[in-house]
């Protein structure tokens, strides 16, 4: 048997230890009634254009992507998916190409409704918040083919 006490714990303490720049969350105006395919589906185009705004073609054909973690929630009422990301830049001027650029590709995305990226000025607390679902979520919620490290 898991124990999710330490799962939780472990998981949290390697996060803090990646040193994520930013931390986002992603909301789209159709939440409360999204498929978790379709959302997922969404995230990933999402990333994907990131990607290629930020990096140059070269090195997203190589699989050199943004370093980042992206987790798909359904919130406190279990009905409102939406979207936390840890992600950072290679350096400063990647950084901030990251949160300017977002914002752009964000509004692209169908339904999309806010997007909130923050420097990651708190790493004890971030890290541990996308953890807090983990007893409650019957199916994985770190999005594995976004996730890249």
Known sequence: MIDKRKLKTAHANWVLK????LFGTAKFVDGE?????IA???IRYFFNMLDRSVRNAEEVKNNRRLDRMVFLERGRSRSNVHA????KGKNAKETKDIIVKAQKIWQKVDNANDLVIK??????GTS???VKELDNIDTDILLLDC???
């Not at 009634?33 to 395919?37: E, F, G, P, T």
């Open 18 to 21: 990646q040193k994520f720049d």
């Open 128 to 130: 541990r918040y996308c």
């Open 84 to 87: 936390h990301f840890y992600i």
């Open 147 to 149: 996730t890249h490290i």
């Open 40 to 42: 997922v589906k969404r």
């Open 33 to 37: 009634n999204l498929h978790i395919d």
């Open 119 to 124: 420097l990651n000025e708190d790493y004890v």
